[in-house]
Structures are given as structure tokens and as C-alpha cells.
């Protein structure tokens, strides 16, 4: 089982262009989510998704950012037109369901913004 | 809404002297969580601790809950260099599914 993979797991990216960061969960994780870490912070909740179903967003910014989980294939979070306060680590976690007590992360995927 | 604070925000240890990181939140949390992360790399789960009074060790880690008082500790016995990394607690809302909401992270380095 080679556990939550992120990619890419460095990205830089201009002010004004688009960041995609995926994640594809554990095998047999049906539930995946997101976080963001800035330099010498917590983690902060962004969103959390099901298969095609996106439950709780509450932490996602209003403007440009974007999550999805297809049927098939990995996790994706977009950002469009980067700014420098979008650079940050950004995890991905995925759990059995809901009720899990355990929540396994990802290596992370650090944006910088230029 | 659940809010989670970790002191200290950065302990220096000397290795073989015992350690504690308080973790207090604000509401109910369902369950209790502690991460541990080194530079650059993700977080590792340590322990879960769900009821009041659940108590748990791995090596020289012990954590706690103390449902009633709002507080968990994680205590570090006879540390050593390896034990150098951030320690992040997080708590959790049952009816937020697993959304977890993580304390600032204690930063902790042992010297010898």
C-alpha cells in the first residue's frame, strides 16, 4: 500500500498563473481532504470530499481556489491566478469514512510563488 | 466552533529530562489526536485518544485527555535527539465528519 500520494511535491508558480495539486488516497479511502500550512503554522482545514461529492468547504477561500475528486482518478486542487500569500504547504489526507478514527496524510505538496 | 492551543510554542530539551505539552480546546471534542512532524516531511499520527481518562504510550511519549477539563498532554520522558520535531495536537467534532482542527504546534528540539 503505498499510502496518500501527492504530486507534484514542489511547484513553482508565477503571480497570475495556475497551480494543480493532486492527491490520490489510500486504497480502499473513499473520503479525502485538504489542508494548508503556512511557514511555522498549524494546518488549516480547506475542504473534504467524497467520490464526485464535495461535503464540507468551509475552509476554502471564496475566490480561486477549487477542489473536486472525480469518480476516477486523483483528488485535484486548483488554484487560478497565484498570488504570493498562496504559498504554503498543502496536504491531503484520506480516511475509510467518515467515522475513522485515523486520518492518513500525504509528504505535502509545497507551492511557491514568485 | 472548535478552537485548539498548544503551549509551549517552542521547548528546548535536554536529553534525559522530562517534558509536557499542554493541549487545551474550546468545546467538546469528540476525539483527540497528536501529530508529529519533522522538517518538511508530513504529519505522523501518535495517538488517538477518545473517552475521558484514555491514556496512551509509544516508547517515551504519553499522552492524556481530560475530557472534563478540556486539556490533553502529551509528556515526554528522558528525551533524546530523536525526539526533536513539532508536535501538533487536533481535535474533533463527530458531526464534522473528520474534519480536524490542529493547535499552532509546539516546536520541540532536544539538544544534548
Known amino acids: 500500500n503505498a499510502g496518500v500520494m501527492q504530486n507534484p511535491r514542489h511547484l513553482v508558480r508565477r503571480r497570475g498563473q495556475e497551480a494543480r495539486l493532486r492527491c490520490s488516497p489510500m486504497?480502499?479511502?473513499?473520503?479525502v481532504y485538504w489542508y494548508r500550512q503556512l511557514p511555522e503554522e498549524g494546518l488549516k482545514f480547506m475542504v473534504y470530499?467524497?467520490?464526485?461529492?464535495?461535503?464540507?468547504e468551509s475552509g476554502m477561500p471564496k475566490e480561486r481556489f477549487s477542489a473536486e475528486f472525480p469518480k476516477e482518478g486523483p483528488s485535484i486542487l486548483r488554484i487560478q491566478q497565484v498570488v504570493r500569500g498562496d504559498s504554503a504547504a498543502y496536504f491531503c489526507?484520506?480516511?475509510?469514512?467518515?467515522?475513522?478514527?485515523?486520518?492518513?496524510f500525504g509528504a505535502g505538496s509545497r507551492l511557491t510563488v514568485l | 466552533e472548535l478552537k485548539v492551543e498548544q503551549n509551549p510554542l517552542f521547548l528546548s530539551m535536554q536529553e534525559g529530562k522530562n517534558y509536557t505539552i499542554y493541549c487545551n480546546y474550546s468545546?467538546?471534542?469528540?476525539?483527540l489526536y497528536w501529530y508529529r512532524q519533522d522538517p518538511g516531511k508530513s504529519l505522523e499520527s501518535l495517538f488517538v485518544?477518545?473517552?475521558?481518562?484514555a491514556v496512551k504510550q509509544e516508547g517515551r511519549l504519553m499522552a492524556s485527555l481530560d475530557t472534563k477539563a478540556r486539556l490533553s498532554t502529551l509528556h515526554i520522558t528522558a528525551a533524546v535527539h530523536d525526539l526533536s520535531a513539532t508536535y501538533f495536537c487536533?481535535?474533533?467534532?463527530?458531526?464534522?465528519?473528520?474534519?480536524?482542527?490542529f493547535g499552532g504546534g509546539t516546536r520541540v528540539l532536544v539538544k544534548p
Open positions: 489526507a484520506s480516511s475509510e469514512g467518515a467515522g475513522a478514527n485515523v486520518l492518513t
Open positions: 486504497k480502499g479511502h473513499s473520503h
Open positions: 470530499l467524497q467520490k464526485e461529492n464535495i461535503i464540507d
Open positions: 468545546t467538546t471534542s469528540d476525539r
Open positions: 485518544l477518545l473517552s475521558n481518562g
Open positions: 487536533a481535535g474533533c467534532l463527530k458531526a464534522a465528519g473528520n474534519k480536524l482542527t
